[in-house]
């Protein structure tokens, strides 16, 4: 699997699981996620460039969190992401709880707060 991701996706991908609870892994492991495009950046650049997120947020969990915070559904966000819906639910879960929220609308605006848009 590390020879088919490349070492970068493949400990992205080890470290998310790694940080799952064991109810979270299980709701996970019928999605699919796809590795993304590799850039002709060297890795020291893209590191470099890495942003730090509030609250321990992943950046996959601040880009779903954008997603939502501009109103889509669910759905949408899965289909704009090419994941399933159940891997949508299970990002907000864990991000709901970093962020110390229970709504959307809560959700929304902690982002509108900390400038994530």
């Given at each position: 699997?590390r020879d088919n991701?490349?070492?970068?996706?493949f400990q992205?991908?080890?470290?998310?699981?790694r940080?799952m609870?064991?109810e979270?892994?299980l709701?996970?492991r019928?999605?699919?996620?796809?590795?993304?495009?590799l850039?002709?950046?060297?890795?020291?650049?893209?590191?470099?460039?890495?942003?730090?997120?509030?609250?321990g947020?992943?950046a996959?969990?601040?880009e779903?969190l954008?997603l939502?915070?501009?109103?889509?559904?669910?759905a949408?966000?899965?289909?704009?992401?090419?994941?399933?819906p159940?891997?949508?639910n299970?990002h907000?879960?864990?991000?709901?709880?970093k962020?110390?929220?229970?709504?959307?609308?809560?959700?929304?605006h902690y982002?509108?707060?900390h400038?994530?848009?």
């Amino acid at each position: 699997m590390r020879d088919n991701l490349g070492e970068e996706a493949f400990q992205a991908a080890l470290a998310e699981g790694r940080a799952m609870t064991p109810e979270q892994a299980l709701a996970a492991r019928g999605s699919v996620m796809l590795p993304r495009p590799l850039t002709s950046e060297p890795t020291a650049a893209r590191h470099a460039k890495s942003p730090r997120y509030p609250a321990g947020l992943t950046a996959r969990e601040v880009e779903i969190l954008r997603l939502v915070a501009q109103g889509l559904t669910d759905a949408q966000v899965a289909e704009q992401l090419v994941i399933s819906p159940r891997t949508v639910n299970f990002h907000l879960t864990s991000i709901y709880s970093k962020l110390g929220v229970s709504s959307r609308s809560a959700a929304t605006h902690y982002v509108i707060e900390h400038h994530l848009i």
